[in-house]
């Protein structure tokens, strides 16, 4: 079955990686792209791997909603939002318990102090049992 792993951060560790004046040091951004580098290498070389992709900033973010049936549009970060989507694994694997399993070891990564995400991905099997 298809699991999409969702990994959320603030702007805050945006601008501690990425910021004008960063606290990361270069050692810090190193472990953390070897960190996913060798977990999408483990991924692919299991035969699990289908997608990875990181996301920009909160700040680049662009709202679109609805009023009275006309988009309107809204830059900037979601309103009142203190994590927001920061990429997403999409894998398959044999069971949840083993998407849980790579989301506990992307919970691990260096730096990463938010929240992780696994869901089934709707298709031709039912969403498993929790």
């Not at 999408?40 to 996301?55: H, M, Q, R």
């Given at each position: 079955m298809k699991y999409m792993i969702l990994v959320h951060a603030?702007?805050?560790?945006?601008?501690?990686?990425?910021?004008?004046d960063p606290s990361w040091r270069d050692e810090h951004q190193a472990g953390l792209e070897k960190a996913m580098t060798d977990m999408?290498?483990?991924?692919?070389?299991?035969?699990?791997?289908?997608?990875?992709?990181?996301?920009a900033a909160p700040v680049h973010t662009r709202q679109v909603v609805?009023?009275?049936?006309?988009?309107?549009?809204?830059?900037?970060?979601?309103?009142?939002?203190q994590e927001v989507l920061a990429g997403y694994w999409m894998v398959e694997c044999d069971s949840f318990d083993r998407a849980t399993?790579?989301?506990?070891?992307?919970?691990r990564a260096p730096g990463h102090d938010t929240a992780v995400y696994v869901r089934p991905v709707l298709g031709d099997e039912p969403a498993p049992e929790l």
């Open positions: 603030s702007q805050q560790g945006y601008d501690q990686m990425f910021g004008d999408n290498a483990d991924l692919e070389k299991s035969g699990e791997f289908i997608d990875a992709v990181g996301l609805l009023k009275d049936g006309v988009p309107v549009v809204t830059d900037g970060p979601y309103a009142e939002t399993e790579i989301a506990a070891r992307l919970a």
